[in-house]
């Protein structure tokens, strides 16, 4: 079993940057991939970028492309969402998300979530 824990949330200004971070800790050997989904008020969760444990390949959602970067560290077990020229659209609870799966954007493929950190953009 793997444990996923976010920090990093906060409240920025629009054009502002922050920077997620997931401490992964158990059976982190057991997943291919990590990834961050968002959820807004009202809204379903939606798929924001994932990365591949060994090879570090990169998946973005069209409307974060350019603006965040995932990573990771594997030595640390730790993966990371950077975001830069946040808009008031990116306000949400994040969650990072680990699966034994290919790459993916579903969510149902990820089988171990976070407890989720909030980002609020004020405009």
């Known amino acids: 079993q793997v444990q996923l824990v976010e920090s990093g949330g906060g409240l920025v200004q629009a054009g502002g940057s922050l920077r997620l971070s997931c401490a992964a800790s158990g059976r982190t050997f057991s997943s291919n991939a990590m990834g961050w989904f968002r959820q807004a008020p009202g809204k379903e969760r939606e798929f924001v970028a994932a990365i591949t444990r060994s090879l570090g390949i990169t998946y973005y959602a069209d409307s974060v492309k350019g603006r965040f970067t995932i990573s990771r560290d594997i030595a640390k077990n730790t993966v990371s969402l950077h975001m830069n020229s946040l808009k008031p659209e990116d306000t949400a609870v994040y969650y990072c998300?680990?699966?034994?799966?290919?790459?993916?954007?579903?969510?149902?493929?990820?089988?171990?979530w976070g407890q989720g950190t909030q980002v609020t953009v004020s405009s």
């Open positions: 998300a680990a699966t034994a799966s290919m790459l993916t954007q579903r969510a149902q493929d990820y089988d171990t």
